[in-house]
């Protein structure tokens, strides 16, 4: 009988220590569950879809780029395929992409994708064919060119993803991408390039290591080489 009592004084301590356990750690985050959180979680509203496009076809065709959003516009040359993002865009935005080869068997097409869904598609397989696109609204004339010219060229398998965190010292972005990819850092720091800026990359699926390239103005400025994981920073 007395060890009976024992055990079940002992059973009550314990739930007594559990419960002030959780009402210690209720008061310490605000509340159960969100019950009282001042920051309304599932109350703050959605933000648009991040805006990516992608350059497809037959692989290997090569091709040049002018892209643009609300802000800045840039010069691509590259090779299908090539998946792009504009870190810190403005829509509307568009695009045009110019086949650089003399057949008219070679597909050439892009793709404009706001969150998981394509929005425009257009394609061409003419010599020298050209494939136009848009998004976001009107956008008369292609803007002033990017300054600073900020860049990452991500190269690996082209089943390989990854994950990537973009910023300076006031915005960032995180995306998921398909190698090969082009991240455009649209007036990182308000167009101030003495301020720091980084990459940090990730790979989720390994398929072989990735090489990436920090380019600014033109200039190869960091280079991240093997491996799954690259952080790279500038200045």
């Known amino acids: 009988m007395t060890i009976c009592k024992t055990i079940?004084?002992?059973?009550?301590?314990?739930r007594i220590a559990l419960i002030a356990c959780g009402c210690a750690l209720i008061s310490a985050c605000g509340g159960a569950f969100g019950t009282?959180?001042?920051?309304?979680?599932g109350n703050t509203p959605n933000i648009a879809g991040q805006v990516s496009f992608r350059v497809v076809g037959t692989l290997g065709t090569p091709f040049s780029l002018l892209i643009s959003d609300a802000d800045s516009s840039w010069q691509v040359q590259g090779v299908v395929p090539l998946s792009i993002v504009i870190i810190n865009t403005k829509t509307p935005v568009r695009m045009v992409a110019t086949k650089l080869v003399n057949n008219n068997s070679s597909l050439l097409s892009i793709e404009i994708i706001s969150g998981f869904s394509v929005v425009q598609l257009s394609s061409t397989t003419a010599a020298f064919g050209v494939a136009v696109g848009s998004f976001g609204g009107k956008l008369s004339n292609f803007v002033a060119p990017a300054s600073p010219d900020v860049r990452f060229f991500v190269k690996a398998p082209s089943s390989a993803v990854f994950n990537a965190l973009i910023e300076d010292l006031s915005h960032g972005e995180i995306v998921q991408m398909r190698a090969p990819a082009l991240l455009l850092f649209?007036?990182?720091?308000?167009?101030?390039i003495t301020k720091r800026i980084d990459g940090i990359f990730n790979l989720v699926n390994?398929?072989?290591p990735f090489d990436i390239d920090m380019i600014v103005g033109g200039s190869l400025v960091k280079v991240a080489a093997g491996g799954s994981h690259a952080t790279l920073k500038f200045p």
Do not use: E, Q, Y
Not at 8 to 14: F, G, K, M, T
Not at 187 to 192: C, E, Q
């Open 8 to 14: 079940r004084s002992i059973n009550a301590l314990v």
């Open 36 to 41: 009282s959180n001042s920051t309304a979680p």
């Open 186 to 192: 649209d007036k990182p720091n308000s167009g101030n």
């Open 206 to 208: 390994f398929f072989g």
